[in-house]
């Protein structure tokens, strides 16, 4: 297998930096697409991007904070100009499975006229270990809305082996793989097993969508992850494409993905569940 130079957009965030790792094991030359990186790659100042791609073959996209967001499209058709004017060989895009806003954006890669693979994911496991369920649960009570929603929880690892395979093989070009885990669990049943593994008593409360957006901004949260939010659990949890699960994860790696109680109990053995908020924050 020949060495590339792949750019990883997002390389610190919870997809990016499992496949700037499994990427560089590999032996390929990896940059991380990042503010903090250099050269750097920021969402927000376009200018710069031909250096941030300048000498790269592939790129892997994941857009902050969702392709769903206003602006987003725009930015990944501008994404894309400066891909062929790279003369960029393939992007791969994680997008989110039962979002119709980010399939706006997946058209736009789909049509660049550049080898593609488009990764549609369903919420992740990490949302409670590394992401905004982490507070609830640590707080213990988790108080959520869509409480009867069947979500088909799939976990980054997996999302960052199919990634690195669409990158680095060429037999998945032109494909959309949907991911999943392969079961679905309400918020209650995962709540339920984290409880489980981290031997602590954790409860989950449902609560409409009006509440839970009314309690985010009384803890000041900003308005536009507050939007992101409500859009989250009400046109994606509310669609009903979500709960429906896919096999591509063991068509393209040949084994079964992990299960949301493989993953608590895996993360229950860091420790991380039974830390205060101060020391994670």
Known sequence: MK???????????????RIVTQLEAMGHQVRVGSRSNSPSFDWHQPED???AFEG?????????PDLAVPGALEAIEELVKVSRRAKIKKLVLLSGKGEREAQLCEQVVIHSGLDFTIIRASWFNQNFSENFLLEPILEGVVALPQAEAQIPWVDADDIAEVAVKALVEDVHNGQIYELTGPRTLTFKDAVSEISKAS???ITFIPISIQEYGDEMRKASVPEDFVWLIEYL???VLGNPELAEISHDIEKVLGRKPIDFSEYAQNIAKTGIWNTSIEQVN
């Not at 060495?3 to 997002?10: K, Y």
């Not at 790269?56 to 902050?64: A, E, H, L, S, W």
Request: no cysteine.
């Open 199 to 201: 031997n602590r008593n």
């Open 49 to 51: 991007w031909p250096t």
């Open 233 to 235: 659990f009400t046109e």
């Open 56 to 64: 790269m073959d592939k790129v892997y996209i994941t857009y902050q």
């Open 3 to 17: 060495t590339e130079n792949i750019l990883v957009i997002g390389g610190t965030g919870k997809t990016g930096r």
